[in-house]
């Protein structure tokens, strides 16, 4: 199995290399502004931890953006994390007027906006998927990917409400850091991986 992370100067790309290097027997590249031999790769992954329009905008400046798009769209599965996560989206309220890749249709929001949530923002520690699961998974966010109610994506609620991981086909959107949830995390991507590899 070839692993491309696509590396555009946004945050925890050491933490999800080391992840990859430890956990799965393949050959993992790193892609920043050269996308030659993407194509060959069977997964790709999006961290990221910063700004969704500087995110966006070194997307686009790299030429990453449309390569990204065209990845998603060959069926090949694509995993975002965090950041990445909400680049998989159309837009975000923490930059107005920046594109998401819109692979998944909807928006990244406030957390302080959201009702149902109490907590501290940024979002920092361990919560679990929905009520009655055993793992919990570490998140560190200030906004989270709005439920459209789009019945082609599966979204994953964490206990208060906020949107955890969004599936849509080929596509995973975790807001958690699998990297740093142990076993948990490790066992989301796999399963993913198990399903489209």
Request: aromatic content about 12%.
């Amino acid at each position: 199995m070839r692993i491309g992370v696509v590396d555009y100067g946004s945050g925890n790309l050491k933490s999800i290399y080391n992840f990859l290097f430890n956990n799965f027997t393949s050959d993992i590249c790193t892609y920043t502004d050269s996308v030659a031999g993407l194509d060959t790769c069977n997964v790709l992954i999006l961290p990221g931890v910063g700004h969704f329009g500087l995110a966006s905008k070194q997307l686009i400046n790299n030429g990453l953006f449309s390569e990204i798009k065209q990845f998603a769209s060959s069926g090949k599965p694509l995993l975002g994390v965090c950041l990445g996560a909400q680049l998989l989206t159309e837009s975000s309220e923490e930059a107005p007027g920046s594109m998401g890749l819109g692979l998944i249709k909807t928006y990244c929001s406030s957390l302080e906006g959201f009702s149902d949530y109490s907590g501290r923002v940024p979002r920092i520690g361990w919560s679990r998927l929905s009520t009655n699961s055993q793992h919990a998974y570490y998140f560190v966010h200030s906004y989270y990917i709005v439920d459209s109610g789009n019945q082609d994506c599966i979204y994953y609620k964490c206990e208060d409400g906020v949107t955890g991981m969004v599936e849509h086909k080929n596509i995973l959107a975790m807001q958690f850091h699998p990297e740093k949830s142990d076993k948990s995390g490790l066992s989301i991507v796999k399963n993913f991986l198990d399903l489209h590899v």
